[in-house]
């Protein structure tokens, strides 16, 4: 995946996310999120490659992240 892609797929997964959700109401809310996904890809990235692990559902995971660490900016920081 080239950069261009790449960011693209993030800022699809932060519209959505806008249609979607109320903006961040703290730090910590906004943090939690951005957590919250890192969790999400931490644990497709612990899954043996024989055993599971999805590249789609790694890709998934990682437009979150960069999407809810967008929202982070756009919703809390002036």
Do not use: C
Not at 6 to 17: F, G, I, M, N, S
């Amino acid at each position: 995946m080239n950069l261009p892609e790449a960011l693209d797929y993030v800022l699809k997964e932060v519209q959505t996310a806008q249609k979607n959700f109320t903006k961040f109401n703290s730090y910590h809310e906004g943090y939690a999120v951005i957590l919250e996904e890192m969790d999400e890809l931490w644990e497709e990235v612990k899954k043996k490659d024989a055993t599971g692990r999805s590249e789609k559902k790694l890709k998934r995971e990682a437009i979150q992240v960069g999407a809810m660490a967008i929202r982070f900016l756009v919703d809390l920081i002036d």
